[in-house]
Structure formats: structure tokens, C-alpha cells
């Protein structure tokens, strides 16, 4: 077996955390990008956001093989197996997540600002952002208390996104299109309820950073999942 010293161990831990903190940027760049080009039927932005998909996936290959390279040539235990083991798990979240971001750059190009406004979705993804913003920053300061609290807001989150969706059904039902105007309508609904969907997903994956970092700070073993 390979191993390097105490002190070279240490710092590709450091390492590992710090080249998180910076996946974890790049991806709520994207996000942020990505509910802009939602809001002002920016379809350059979404574009770059599109683009940029590819720069966050090899950012997850790269860190996914140091964390196994860890586990593998170092044999950690106790906290340190923990971190890595949370880190591991975090660095999926956050590749889909930076999915997630395409998925709402995508709508963008085949929507307008217009569709969204209808149920202020930019509230719903201000929301989101915040909460993934909340884990991220949980994450790197080992924030026990932040992560309860990143759980309980999602709640919020989840209410809101209910409300939005419901909202959508209703004007489905009241509307009243000709036959021409029907499939644009279903393309709208459709677009708008899988919107609602992808921010839900975010904050379920906020929540899951949360969860792994009580995990890795030791609060509770079982909510790595």
C-alpha cells in the first residue's frame, strides 16, 4: 500500500474541501445563470449555462477520483473515513444539481419570460438558491445547527412549489383556448410543472448536503443516505 505523510494527508484533505467550495460555486453560478436566463428570456445566458454543464462534470470525475484515491492509499477511519465519505456523496448532489440548472437553461430556450412571471418563479427559485447557498456554506464551516435549519426551510420551499403547481392546473382547467391555441398551452403547462419540479429537486439536494455534513460532523451516522 502507498502512503504519503501525516502532514501531505492533512493537506489533500484541505485540498479535497477546498476544490469542493469551488465545484460548489461553479454550480451556483450556474444556477443563478440559469434562473436569470428563466427570468428575462435570455437565451444567450442559457446557452452559456448549457455549455458550461460540461466543465461541471469534469470537475465531479476529477474530485470523485481523489476521494476514492484517499480512501484506497490512506485507509482513513473515524472522522476523516466520515468527511470523505460525505464529501463523496455531496460532489453527486452537486453534479445534479449543475443537471438540474441545464434542465431550467433548456426551458428557457423554449419559453418566455412571460410563461414564468405567471407564477413568479423567480420566488420559488430566489428559494432554492438560498437553500443550496445555505448547505454549501454548512458544508465547508462543518455547521451542525445551519443543516436543521436547511431541513426545516425546505418545507417552505416544498409548500411553495405545491402552491405553484396547483396554481398552473387551475388556469389549465379555467382556460378556455381555440383548438390552434391548445397545443402551446400544453407545451406551456407541461414546461412550467416540470420548472416547479427541477427547483423541488434542488432543495431536496440541499437537503442532502445537509444530511451528509451531520453525517461527517458525526450527529447522526444514519442520515447519510
Known amino acids: 500500500m502507498i502512503t504519503v505523510p501525516r502532514e501531505d494527508y492533512r493537506e489533500s484533505l484541505d485540498a479535497l474541501r477546498s476544490d469542493i467550495e469551488s465545484m460548489s460555486e461553479d454550480v451556483l453560478d450556474q444556477l443563478l445563470c440559469a434562473l436569470d436566463a428563466l427570468e428575462r428570456d435570455d437565451h444567450e445566458l442559457a446557452r452559456e449555462v448549457i455549455d458550461g454543464d460540461d466543465r461541471i462534470n469534469q470537475q465531479y470525475l476529477n474530485l470523485e477520483g481523489d476521494c476514492v484515491d484517499l480512501i484506497a492509499l490512506q ?127 434542488i432543495g431536496d439536494h440541499a437537503v442532502n448536503i445537509a444530511a451528509r455534513t451531520l453525517y461527517a460532523n458525526d450527529s447522526d451516522r444514519k442520515l447519510i443516505y
Open 75 to 201: 485507509q482513513p477511519v473515524a472522522s476523516d473515513l466520515r468527511f470523505i465519505v460525505a464529501s463523496f456523496k455531496i460532489l453527486t448532489d452537486l453534479e445534479r444539481i449543475g443537471d438540474l440548472a441545464t434542465n431550467l437553461a433548456r426551458y428557457a430556450l423554449s419559453g418566455s419570460s412571460e410563461i414564468f412571471s405567471k407564477i413568479r418563479i423567480e420566488n420559488i427559485g430566489e428559494t432554492a438558491y438560498s437553500q443550496l447557498q445555505m448547505a454549501i456554506e454548512a458544508y465547508m464551516h462543518a455547521d451542525s445547527e445551519a443543516c436543521r435549519v436547511i431541513s426545516d426551510r425546505d418545507d417552505e420551499l416544498d409548500a411553495s412549489c405545491q402552491t405553484a403547481s396547483e396554481a398552473i392546473v387551475r388556469d389549465l382547467v379555467a382556460s378556455e383556448p381555440d383548438r390552434w391555441e391548445i397545443e402551446q398551452l400544453l407545451d406551456d403547462v407541461s414546461r412550467l410543472l416540470l420548472t416547479v419540479r427541477d427547483l423541488e429537486r
